[in-house]
């Protein structure tokens, strides 16, 4: 089952701007997580934001998190080539639950 | 952060035979490890989630007299696709979860399954 929706589905900016991102998921949480998979290969993990925080930063990356809305968002600045890639959004609904995975966002950044 | 390896990285079977994928976790015990299923450009669908020494749990859906999970011990669970036919053709990813807060999960590199 999955559990968040991303949204954009798919996002196209030049290089040097900024990517947001956003999640939406239904239930409860304990922490959510972003990802970023390059084409065919395994999934990098991001960032972990827990429940009890609103924001987070790492390097060119910030994520924010609003549990009223059941929403986060992630943004990247300053955006590179190398930055094209699928970015999901996944959740740990409660204490020890797995990871489940939003949709994606398919985002690319032309130089 | 920790390392989850998988093997194969790729593999080509013919229908009707079987695969075994290998899941390790290369510097930490993990107590409990999740099989992935990725369909090209979508998402990760939990396929099922095993527990060492006891049996897997399958998510709705997932046939578990297909896909046989064997957690062993705590650094090594296996996925077989029994009688692989080409719609199980698929990207399968490992993932691996320690004992503590907040149960980050380590995801190996996937295995690009083709059934012919």
């Known amino acids: 089952s999955q559990q968040g929706e991303e949204d954009p589905q798919a996002l196209s900016i030049q290089e040097g701007e900024n990517a947001t991102m956003n999640c939406s998921y239904k239930?409860?949480?304990?922490?959510l997580q972003w990802y970023r998979q390059n084409s065919g290969r395994g999934l990098v993990h991001l960032i972990l934001i827990r429940s009890n925080e609103r924001e987070k930063h790492s390097g060119r990356l910030r994520v924010t998190l609003d549990t009223s809305k059941k929403s986060s968002s992630l943004l990247i600045t300053a955006s590179r080539a190398a930055d094209t890639a699928s970015y999901f959004c996944a959740t740990v609904p409660s204490g020890n639950t797995p990871l489940v995975f939003g949709k994606g966002t398919r985002l690319s950044v032309i130089a | 952060g920790a390392v989850v390896s998988q093997h194969p990285s790729r593999v080509i079977c013919k229908s009707g035979t079987s695969v075994k994928i290998e899941c390790r976790s290369l510097d930490f015990q993990a107590t409990t490890m999740f099989w992935y299923r990725q369909f090209p450009k979508q998402s990760l669908m939990l396929m099922a989630t095993s527990n060492e020494g006891s049996k897997a749990t399958y998510e709705q859906g997932v046939e578990k007299d297909k896909f046989l999970i064997n957690h062993a011990s705590l650094t090594l669970s296996t996925l077989t696709v029994t009688s692989a036919h080409p719609e199980d053709s698929s990207f399968y990813i490992c993932?691996?979860?320690?004992?503590?807060?907040?149960?980050?999960?380590?995801f190996g590199p996937g295995t690009r399954l083709t059934v012919t």
């Open positions: 239930t409860s949480i304990n922490n």
């Open positions: 993932s691996a979860r320690g004992y503590d807060e907040p149960y980050e999960q380590y």
